[in-house]
């Protein structure tokens, strides 16, 4: 087994020190879908989903994309969006809202490029994003003392 170091370097990778914000987490199931919902964006926030189990459909602009378990769905601030039920599965997601948000290299309120395809594929760390949704949403339920 090796020891590895690493110098005390800085590693902001956001513009200007500014500082990303939770401002929600909430957990989405097939059971919320009772048909096509409207597109809409939000201005001031972009949105991260992680799926946790079944499939859907999510439109993205004018492209739509099936996401399924271990997929991560990057949804800029402004950016028309929606989730529709499609599949019929037993769809389970975490959608978390992030305020603030300026990384370097990319304009304000996005978590990618708009050249690059939203959906990202997890495979073998599915299960570490669930536990980190585990943990989100306990300091959540922490929170509402």
């Known amino acids: ?9 800085n ?9 990303p914000r939770i ?6 199931t097939s059971a919320q879908f009772t048909g096509a919902k409207a597109l809409h964006a939000h201005q001031d926030l972009a949105e991260l989903m992680v799926v946790e189990g079944g499939s859907n ?16 769905l990057l949804i800029n601030a402004g950016q028309l969006h929606c989730t529709y ?3 019929g599965s037993k769809f389970q997601a975490c959608l978390i809202g992030i305020r603030n948000l300026h990384l370097r290299g990319l ?6 490029s708009l050249r690059v395809c939203p959906v990202l594929h997890a495979a073998g760390r599915a299960p ?3 536990q980190y949704c585990a943990i989100l ?3 959540a339920a922490d929170g509402k003392d």
Not at 11 to 19: A, G, H, M, R, V
Not at 23 to 28: G, S
């Open 107 to 112: 304009e304000a309120g996005q978590l990618a």
């Open 23 to 28: 401002v929600y987490l909430q957990d989405i």
């Open 128 to 130: 570490l994003l669930q």
């Open 85 to 87: 039920d499609t599949a």
């Open 1 to 9: 087994m090796g020891q590895y170091l690493f110098s005390e370097t």
């Open 137 to 139: 949403r306990t300091l």
């Open 57 to 72: 459909t999510c439109t993205i602009g004018n492209r739509s994309y099936t996401i399924e378990a271990g997929h991560i």
């Open 11 to 19: 590693f902001n990778i956001f513009e200007l020190n500014t500082q």
